[in-house]
C-alpha cells in the first residue's frame, strides 16, 4: 500500500473502533485511536499474513499487550479481511464473539488473548523463542501502553528477550502519554522509555506514530537488527482523529453518547473525503 491507502485505512479503522464502541456502549476508545495508525501500516504493509489462512504456520505473530485497545485490532482485523466488518457493531455483546479483549479460540487472525497488562509481551518473547527453537523464520510483534510497561512484568520479558538475542522480536510502545488515571508521568513515570529498553539492551528507535513514512523507516529498519531484539517507541496523541477525544485521558475507557457518536463520524467522514481528494 501507498501512503495515501495506509491514512484512508487507518481512518476506516478509527471509524470500526468508534463504531465498536459506541455500539457495545462501553470500551476504550482513545488507545484504539492512538495506534490506528500502528495498526494500519502493521497489518496491511508489514506482517505476513494471510486472512484466508489465518493460522498459517509461517505467518507472523502479533500480539496486543495492551489487550484493551481490542476494538481498534478488531477494526484492522475486520478491514483486512478476516471477518465481515459489519460484526463490529456486535462488540462486547452477549453471544458475539468480539469481546472487550482479545479471544484467540473465537477470533480469526488473533494469536493471543490478552487482557492482563503485562503478559502479552511474555507471550511474544515466548513465540519468539520458540521461533528460533523450532528454526522458523517468522517476526513476532507486540503492541503496549505505555501506562502498561509500569508493570514489572514488561521488564522481565525484556530482559529474557534480550538474553536470548530475539532479534525476531518488535516492541511497540504506543507512547501516548495518558493511562485510566491521568499522565502517565504524573501516575507513575516510565520515562525514560527508550533509555529503559537500551538499558535492558534492546536496539530502540523514537518515532512519530503517526507519520507513515517514520514508521516504514522504523519497521525497515528493525528487520535489518540482528542479535538483540528491537523497541519502537512510537509518540502518539490519544484519541487521534477525534478532535474533542484528543489528548484527553477521559477518553481511555469511555464510550461516546448519540451526539458525540454524530459528531465524531462526521469528523472521520471528513478526514476520509479529503483523504480521498489527495
Known sequence: MNKSELMKTANEIRKGAITGVYSAKSGHPGGSLSAADIYSYLF???????????KKPDRDRFVLSKGHAAPGYY??????GYFPVEDLKTLRHIG???????????????DMSTGSLGQGVSAAVGMAISAK??????????????????????????MLAAHRKLDNLVV????????IDGKI???????PIDKKFEAFRFHVIN????DFDALKQAFDEARTVKGQPTAIIAKTIKGKGVSFMEDQASWHGVAPNDEQYKLAMEELEKAGEALCQK
Do not use: C
Not at 477494526?75 to 483486512?80: D, F, G, K, V, Y
Not at 518515532?207 to 503517526?210: A, E, I, L, S, T
Open 44 to 54: 496491511f504493509e508489514e506482517l505476513n499474513i494471510d486472512p484466508k489462512d489465518p
Open 185 to 191: 508521568d504524573d501516575v507513575n513515570s516510565p520515562y
Open 133 to 158: 527453537l523450532s528454526g522458523d523464520d517468522y517476526r513476532v510483534y507486540t503492541l503496549l501502553g505505555d501506562g502498561e510497561i509500569q508493570e514489572g512484568q514488561v521488564w522481565e520479558a525484556a
Open 75 to 80: 477494526a484492522a482485523l475486520a478491514n483486512r
Open 207 to 210: 518515532v512519530d506514530g503517526h
Open 96 to 110: 458475539s464473539y468480539l469481546q472487550g479483549h482479545p479471544d484467540m479460540k473465537h477470533i480469526p487472525g488473533v
Open 172 to 179: 511497540i510502545v504506543d507512547n501516548n502519554g495518558l493511562q
